[in-house]
């Protein structure tokens, strides 16, 4: 068949009239590796049998695809079976007699990736089956759909399989499927950034591991508008700073791991990707370790893959002390910065380098000293800077008008690049704009601003549904809610034990979830919920559902610090008196000693409610909000500072569980 991205790929009549050998070999030829191990011709001798056996005499048109490929999880699907209106993905597990919990939530993956990313299956009935080559008997049925239309995976046994796709083709409604058609038809991912980082450092485009929507193609005009500016700076010789703006979860960080990855091995132009932020860092070098690791079968040791790893996506902090240590230009000439807007402003790098590195002469804000570090290049140098707006959750975060400053004062021969939406104002770039305009080194380019969020695959109103509930424009939330909660569950609940079943029973096969709470949240640890224990964001996104320290367990809740740029599939968001409606405004506080504080700094106030804004657009599937019913015995949780924000979330719409 034509443009699948299958190995294999034929009608079940032409597959049964082909010699096994064969079938092996045009295998062999598109796996882009070709070494393959002996094990793997042997499984697939053993599944071609299995599957030429439950496929003879099937009475309606079929279809099948081997080895189909899915980006977003970066593996392949065993077999796919398209017969009459039903889709019926198949993973076998060669030699095993017991089905395993990995392998049923493997099963469910493919199920929920074709449901949800793959284009002609989004209205098709799909019937997973998990088949253990070694086992005496599986499952007598198939269990009831969930809404979507996928059904939980079905274990069989070998001789078994023939009877779970006939029974599927008899309790399945629908028109026929075309499989050419469904062989060549798009697969739209939305990737969490975990799996794009692992995509990507994998050899994978961009293109590949996303939506082919309007949103999609938005993020990929805006790597290509990156890409040729880069190569416009090299071959003129210039240095340019260049700002890609973005909603939250559009993909700005996609975007910067994008260009990285592409030019990993390009020498001169070769891009390093920078962050900030400590746990994103540590997440992904950790996420690509450990997929290389696996990818290699262990022919390498895992520290030396990560000494690979980590000139790749580095801590910017420690980009930053090497150009204090060392007055030589860096060794790159491209460098990407994720969430720019967070540099540490003058008086906190100034004060970090007088306590930490005995530097008491040190007067320039973060931004400005990269830019000095990256202007030691006698020819050309380009910085990306990814900006997101209403981000900044620290002390000390200049703001990307920091950036600009240092431009216009000290690095005139600088050309800026800009989205025109930097100017908006959650941004606070816009009097540094204006004022850099008459300089005639600025370009506005539209296509450097992603106006469309991917996180929540979805739906992709959910950041401004959170932007209009923050902002306190009831009617504006309300709107938006009701465009959202048609395909993301928005919940809220006084019940925590109901919110942690609720979020469970959510979830199908890998689904992450967990649960969130904002760092100021000091008086939740009557619900066992302490935000001063620190949690490993290692453990908490990367660990197996058996380990108590990972998100599963929905025992260790992560801040803002320790989410922010990173997802789950479905969140559960708690709401402390930190942040709290009185009289149809928000009002900040601090729990110090044995009581709450008004937080009047404005500074402060605009972190804690982007704290908020971070948890609530942390979820990608769907999210359900504890706020606690208070009690009235306790001075520090009393109802009244809990009342009225679990009634503006209903007034606003929120469904109450």
Same mark, same amino acid.
Request: aromatic fraction near 8%; charged fraction near 25%; include cysteine.
């Given at each position: ?19 096994? =050998? ?7 030829? +598109?796996?882009? #590796? ?9 499984? &697939? ?8 056996? +439950?496929?003879?005499g099937l009475d309606v048109e079929a279809a099948l695809f081997l080895e189909f ?38 099963? &469910? ?11 002609? *299956? ?31 995976? /079905? ?22 499927? =075309? ?22 450092? *994998? ?10 929507? +309007? ?7 805006? *790597? ?26 559009? !993909? ?22 920078? *962050? ?21 079968? !262990? ?17 910017? #902090? ?7 240590? =060392? ?18 402003n003058r008086e906190k790098t100034a004060d970090f380098m007088k306590r930490r ?22 020819? &050309?140098?380009v910085i990306v800077c990814l900006v997101g707006g209403g981000q900044e959750i ?19 021969? &600088? ?25 005639? #080194? ?44 048609? /395909? ?32 100021? +949240?000091?008086?939740?640890?009557? #619900?066992?919920?302490?935000? /001063? ?100 015995? =306790? ?11 679990? !009634? ?10």
């Amino acid at each position: 068949m034509r443009g699948t991205s299958a190995y294999y790929s034929a009608s079940v009549q032409a597959f049964l009239a082909t010699p096994f =050998d064969e079938v092996i070999g045009r295998l062999t030829m +598109a796996d882009p #590796h070709r070494a393959l191990e002996s094990t793997q011709k042997l499984a &697939w001798a053993e599944e071609l049998q299995l599957l030429r056996e +439950a496929l003879s005499g099937l009475d309606v048109e079929a279809a099948l695809f081997l080895e189909f490929d899915v980006p977003r999880l970066g593996s392949r699907i065993d077999a796919v079976v398209i017969a009459g209106p039903v889709v019926i993905p198949v993973e076998f597990k060669c030699g095993e007699k017991v089905f395993t919990t990995a392998g049923y939530n493997q099963a &469910w993956d493919y199920g929920l990736d074709l449901k949800n990313f793959h284009l002609a *299956s989004h209205k098709a009935p799909i019937f997973p089956v998990l088949v253990a080559t070694r086992a005496r008997s599986g499952d007598a049925g198939w269990e009831t759909p969930h809404v979507d239309g996928v059904r939980p995976p /079905r274990k069989v046994a070998p001789r078994e399989l023939r009877q779970a796709i006939a029974d599927a083709l008899r309790d399945a409604n629908g028109p026929v499927i =075309d499989a050419d058609s469904w062989g060549r038809s798009p697969y739209q991912p939305t990737p969490t950034i975990v799996e794009a980082a692992r995509a990507l450092y *994998s050899r994978h485009s961009v293109q590949a591991i996303t939506r082919n929507d +309007a949103g999609a193609k938005n993020l990929q005009i805006t *790597s290509g508008t990156v890409e040729e500016i880069i190569e416009r700076s090299r071959e003129n010789r210039e240095k340019a700073i260049i700002y890609v703006t973005g909603v939250p979860g559009a !993909g700005k960080t996609l975007v910067g791991l994008n260009v990285a990855t592409q030019r990993r091995d390009f020498g001169e132009t070769r891009a390093v990707f920078l *962050s900030g932020n400590g746990p994103l860092v540590a997440v992904l070098q950790e996420a690509l370790t450990r997929d290389e690791y696996r990818r290699q079968n !262990g022919a390498m040791r895992k520290g030396a893959i990560r000494q690979q790893v980590k000139p790749f996506i580095q801590n910017v #902090h420690h980009f930053r002390d090497d150009g204090v240590r =060392d007055p030589a230009a860096p060794g790159d000439h491209v460098v990407i910065f994720d969430e720019a807007q967070r540099a540490w402003n003058r008086e906190k790098t100034a004060d970090f380098m007088k306590r930490r590195k005995g530097r008491a002469d040190f007067d320039q804000s973060e931004s400005e000293f990269l830019i000095s570090y990256l202007d030691r290049h006698d020819a &050309w140098a380009v910085i990306v800077c990814l900006v997101g707006g209403g981000q900044e959750i620290h002390t000390g975060e200049a703001g990307i008008s920091a950036w600009l400053d240092a431009v216009a004062r000290r690095f005139p021969h &600088w050309r800026t690049y800009l989205s025109p939406d930097l100017s908006a104002s959650e941004y606070g770039a816009g009097t540094s704009i204006a004022e850099m305009s008459a300089s005639g #080194h600025l370009v506005q380019d539209q296509r450097l601003h992603l106006s469309t969020s991917m996180r929540s695959f979805r739906s992709e109103k959910v950041s401004a549904f959170v932007k209009a509930l923050l902002d306190c424009d009831e009617e504006g939330a309300r709107d938006m809610l009701r465009e959202v909660v048609a /395909r993301y569950p928005v919940i809220a609940t006084r019940d925590l034990a109901l919110a942690k079943q609720w979020i469970r029973d959510q979830a199908r096969g890998s689904e992450q979830y967990g649960l969130v709470a904002s760092s100021q +949240a000091l008086r939740l640890k009557p #619900h066992a919920i302490d935000v /001063r224990v620190s949690v490993d964001p290692i453990h908490w996104f990367l660990g197996d559902p058996e380990d108590t320290r990972s998100s599963y367990y929905l025992e260790d809740a992560a801040t803002e610090f320790q989410v922010q740029g990173l997802e789950v599939d479905w969140a559960c968001v708690t709401w402390d008196a930190d942040l709290r409606r009185i009289d149809g405004q928000w009002r900040y506080h601090a729990f110090r000693g044995d009581a709450w504080t008004n937080v009047k700094q404005r500074d402060r106030q605009r972190y804690l409610l982007n704290a908020y804004r971070v948890l609530l657009t942390r979820a990608r599937q769907g999210m359900v909000i504890f706020v606690p019913p208070g009690d009235r015995r =306790d001075p520090t949780r009393l109802p009244g500072f809990y009342d009225e924000t679990f !009634g503006y979330l209903r007034d606003v719409g929120v469904p109450v569980l």
